[in-house]
Nanobody
Framework: QAQVVESGGGLVQAGGSLRLSCIGS????????MGWFRQAPGKRREGVSC????????KYADSVKGRFTISRDNAKNTLYLQMDSLKPEDTAMYYC????????????????????WGQGTQVTVSS
């Protein structure tokens, strides 16, 4: 059974950093593009970033460009999201998900493009 599991969330002060991880199992991890999403209470799920299966291509939401970095280690079946210069508005539940294609769609921020989702890890940024 294909699954992905996120970890690394926590409470951090504004301006701080966190690194999220997402480990995949039961799937050919290096065949799929991967994405990070987030959802704050009362808000829709927002696409944060996407990385191609090889790791050579990445996309970011404008709200996180220059602050977040997505990467992957296919040998470890692991996806990462390095989050720097965190802001209170980054507070949300963060999810990773697999895209059945090897590349990031032009609509990488559309949750409907992804098929396997984790349970999420909470990130809280205090002001």
């Amino acid at each position: 059974q294909a699954q992905v599991v996120e970890s690394g969330g926590g409470l951090v002060q504004a301006g701080g950093s966190l690194r999220l991880s997402c480990i995949g199992s039961g799937l050919s991890f290096d065949d799929y593009a991967m994405g990070w999403f987030r959802q704050a209470p009362g808000k829709r799920r927002e696409g944060v970033s996407c990385i191609s299966s090889s790791g050579r291509s990445t996309k970011y939401a404008d709200s996180v460009k220059g602050r977040f970095t997505i990467s992957r280690d296919n040998a470890k079946n692991t996806l990462y999201l390095q989050m720097d210069s965190l802001k209170p508005e980054d507070t949300a539940m963060y999810y990773c998900a697999t895209d059945p294609r090897p590349y990031c769609s032009a609509y990488f921020d559309d949750p409907g493009k992804y098929n396997v989702w984790g349970q999420g890890t909470q990130v809280t940024v205090s002001s």
